[in-house]
């Protein structure tokens, strides 16, 4: 939310990349599609399997752009699983260099659930419960 534009005025064509890091290996995964504007939603789940309960997830909001050349880091936020108790989803609003994100994580050691139940759960945690 409130993601910058560009210099020329034209939204960026934001992406996310999300990393989680342990003491030995760091596994990454990337949205699969740029979302334009400053509002823009991915909606989307990542599952990395095998996950200490001292790693950190980070979260990097990247600028694709129009050109080639290399993406702007629009910013950067950094979640301990440390600070998530199994099996509770948490909520997190971190600050960008510009705008804001909000991550939510759920650490469990069980299957996570389908994607409709998570969504509603989402939902009401949001309160926008239908």
Same mark, same amino acid.
């Given at each position: 939310? @409130?993601?910058?534009? !560009?210099? &020329?005025?034209?939204?960026? !064509?934001?992406?996310?990349?999300?990393?989680?890091?342990?003491?030995?290996? !760091?596994? *990454?995964?990337?949205?699969?599609?740029?979302?334009? =504007?400053?509002?823009? *939603?991915?909606?989307?789940?990542?599952?990395?399997?095998?996950?200490? /309960?001292?790693?950190?997830?980070?979260?990097?909001?990247? &600028?694709?752009?129009?050109?080639? @050349?290399?993406? &702007? $880091?629009?910013? #950067?936020?950094?979640?301990?699983?440390?600070?998530? !108790?199994? @099996?509770?989803?948490?909520?997190?609003? #971190?600050? $960008?260099?510009?705008? #804001?994100?909000?991550?939510?994580? $759920?650490?469990?050691?069980?299957?996570?659930?389908?994607?409709?139940?998570? /969504?509603?759960?989402? #939902?009401?945690?949001? =309160?926008? /419960?239908?």
């Amino acid at each position: 939310e @409130g993601l910058p534009t !560009r210099p &020329d005025g034209d939204p960026c !064509r934001a992406y996310v990349t999300v990393a989680v890091t342990e003491l030995l290996r !760091r596994r *990454v995964r990337r949205t699969s599609a740029e979302a334009a =504007g400053p509002d823009v *939603v991915w909606d989307e789940a990542f599952d990395f399997d095998n996950t200490s /309960a001292c790693a950190q997830v980070v979260v990097d909001v990247w &600028d694709r752009p129009n050109t080639s @050349g290399r993406p &702007d $880091l629009l910013g #950067k936020a950094v979640v301990s699983l440390a600070d998530c !108790r199994a @099996g509770v989803p948490h909520t997190f609003f #971190k600050h $960008l260099l510009e705008g #804001k994100m909000v991550i939510r994580i $759920l650490f469990d050691f069980s299957e996570l659930p389908d994607h409709e139940t998570e /969504a509603e759960q989402m #939902k009401e945690i949001l =309160g926008q /419960a239908t």
